[in-house]
């Protein structure tokens, strides 16, 4: 999730964006085992919007593969088994308001729905 009042308000002032991704429920995230998992190299990613298709696409096409992310933030974090890695999101980003409800799901995993409060 984007705030992109707060993102705009911290790109005028030309200061770093974080503030705008990084607010208080700003990252719904579902349960996740990695017994549960599959090749996590290839899996079609999707978004929904009260049912209606937003994103649709696959984790083939990030402009880097899992192992080359992982590889390269090993530079700058320890990172740990668990650790989660934010990659961004395909086309399709579009506004939400209050009441939404928002799906979105990796194939093979159970899909997580929250509404916009």
């Not at 002032?13 to 991704?21: F, L, N, V």
């Not at 049912?51 to 696409?57: A, I, L, M, T």
């Not at 086309?91 to 194939?107: F, H, L, S």
Request: net charge negative; proline share 5%; charged share 20%.
């Amino acid at each position: 999730m984007t705030r992109r009042d707060r993102q705009m308000e911290m790109r005028q002032m030309g200061r770093p964006w974080e503030i705008g991704k990084a607010f208080d429920l700003s990252a719904p995230i579902a349960p996740l085992h990695k017994a549960d998992t599959a090749d996590v190299n290839q899996a079609g990613i999707w978004l929904q919007v009260n049912g209606e298709d937003h994103q649709r696409s696959d984790i083939r096409h990030l402009i880097w593969s899992v192992n080359e992310t992982i590889s390269y933030l090993s530079g700058f974090f320890e990172l740990h088994p668990g650790d989660l890695i934010f990659t961004g999101t395909p086309e399709g980003v579009g506004a939400v308001v209050k009441g939404d409800v928002i799906t979105g799901n990796v194939d093979g995993l159970t899909p997580i729905a929250v509404r916009v409060v």
